[in-house]
């Protein structure tokens, strides 16, 4: 029933910017944190940034300083500044949330959403 939906990847040229976000829905109480993740062609999926519902925050060396990571609690969406993106940050940009707490007692972890592209021109 829980289902994470994300948007906003595309094709950037060097040195530009993109937002993505990730919607879920469903019958959430709480979700104790939502995160991205990439995995460029050949590689593993790795972390990009993770924020949890008391907004403390964690990030891939790679991207700090560039990346901002924020999310609306309300609204069950979490998002990803990128900025100054490059050839090297090309890669699928998964939507994760670990720790939801649905309204009737349940819930689960890890759930994903189905990826969206980011590009980076070289």
């Known amino acids: 029933q829980v289902q994470l939906v994300e948007s906003g990847g595309g094709l950037v040229q060097a040195g530009g910017s993109l937002r993505l976000s990730c919607a879920a829905s469903g019958s959430i109480f709480s979700i104790n944190a939502m995160g991205w993740y990439r995995q460029a062609p050949g590689k593993q999926r790795e972390l990009v940034a993770a924020?949890?519902?008391?907004?403390?925050?964690n990030y891939a060396d790679s991207v700090k300083g560039r990346f901002t990571i924020s999310r609306d609690n309300a609204k069950n969406t979490v998002y990803l500044q990128m900025n100054s993106l490059k050839h090297e940050n090309t890669a699928v940009c998964y939507c994760?949330?670990?720790?939801?707490?649905?309204?009737?007692?349940?819930?689960?972890?890890?759930?994903w959403g189905q990826g969206t592209q980011v590009t980076g021109s070289s």
């Open positions: 924020i949890t519902s008391g907004g403390s925050t």
């Open positions: 994760n949330a670990d720790g939801v707490q649905t309204r009737g007692g349940g819930g689960g972890s890890g759930y």
